[in-house]
């Protein structure tokens, strides 16, 4: 099959889910694309969690079943020569929470698969499931794939991603319920034509358990124009795609190709007068400050994932950065390396750090309990007891999380690899960055 850029057909399977009947839920889907006879390699996008519905209790009995309920979607995908799409449970190897996963199975099997990114705190999805990463678009040999799952929806930057990096269309699966239906038409809409994208968006409908969703699936052209739509009842809708429809839209204009550097990020670098008032603001519209702290001499990749780590628990990342007068006092008068000025520009530029303050004390105790985070993150080789702060913020009713190292690096270590080289072996940087020691933010 020649490579496409966009799915000739798109179609939304719409229905009742039964909570936690996998087999009735397969024989409805099954019926209803039979009963509408798609035409080959036509995508049919299903809603969030259309096997099972969110069981919770069941979660992980649930997520069991995903290997024979993506063979029962192949199986569909085989007789129909179609491409299907919708979110299962997957369990995750490291036994940690489950990921709510968009599913693209075609005749041959599974093609990929997208993480929900957002989860609805409000229906405590976040109790049984972990968001997962921004992963790369689906390649298939109808063109590029994009999803959205459910609340994805409501976050712009989630398909503008998607868009930039070449996505023609963008399948949603969900679950929304009818109390909020206003809201999922105008969502759907912004959403194709802010990204001159078909949207192809499969919905439940009727009683799942005791919420009643929205029904109302759409198809959605890149100008905004309503396709097909539904309306409460279980159905099927489709229309032919026409790639020559993006290509035209765009023509005139592609704010979605456009990503102008506007940031300016050495404002993320405070004084704690200047930080207080703009925390305060954040924590007031519910946001979760995490704090972090460290001297940061020589950046370093585990300290990037480990600074990655610690802003994904929470929706702002304030890191408190040693002066060079108390990284002196814990490290001898070598240290630091480099200036707390440039120590902290280098911090101020990673996309996951939002504020850097310095400190002038050998520990981040007074920053810390000025700053109430909601979360404190430090390395895993420190005991929550040894933690300066855990004891303070979680008696303000936050957390602590303890991060494990996944690189073999430390400042030291690359210090004592540089002096070992010498002039004479400059030349020679293999191994620069491999140590065997662990030092926590160093």
Known sequence: MSVRHLFPAAACVQFTIRLGEPERNIEEVSRLIAAYRPAPDTLLVLPEMWATGFDYARTAEMGRRTPEILGAMQQMAAHHRVYLAGTLTALAEDGSLPFNMLYLVGPGGVIGQLPKQQLFTFWQEDCYYQGGPAEPLLQ???????????????????????????????????????????????????????????????????????????????????????????????????????????????????????????????????????????????????????????????????????????????????????????????????????????????????GCVDHVVLFDEETPLNLITAIHPAVLVKGADWPEDRIVGAAEVKADGGRVERIGFSHECSTTGLIDKIRTIGPAGAHDRTGLLASTRKEDAS
């Open 140 to 350: 298939t040999p109808c063109g590029p794939f994009g999803g959205l799952v459910c609340y994805d929806l409501r976050f712009p930057e989630v398909a503008r991603r998607q868009v930039f990096a070449g996505c023609r269309l963008l399948a949603v699966a969900a679950q929304w319920p009818m109390t909020r239906i206003d809201h999922w038409q105008t969502l759907l809409r912004a959403r194709a034509i802010e990204n001159q994208v078909y949207v192809v968006a499969a919905n439940g409908c009727g009683l799942t358990g005791a919420m009643e969703m929205a029904g109302h699936s759409m198809l959605i052209g890149p100008d905004g124009t309503v396709l097909q739509a539904a309306g409460t009842e279980a159905t099927v809708i489709g229309c032919n795609l026409a790639v020559a429809l993006v290509d035209q839209q765009r023509s005139r204009f592609f704010p979605a190709g456009s990503r102008n550097w506007s940031r300016e990020d050495e404002r993320k670098i405070s004084t704690i007068d200047d930080l207080l008032p703009q925390l305060d603001l954040i924590r007031r519209q519910g946001s979760r400050i995490a704090f972090t702290n460290g001297c940061f001499d020589i950046l370093h990749p585990g300290h990037v994932s480990y600074l990655e780590q610690a802003r994904r628990t929470g929706d702002c990342l304030v890191v408190g950065l040693n002066t060079d007068r108390s990284v002196r006092a814990l490290k001898g008068p070598s240290r630091p390396v480099n200036s707390e000025a440039d120590r902290a520009r280098v911090l101020a530029a990673l």
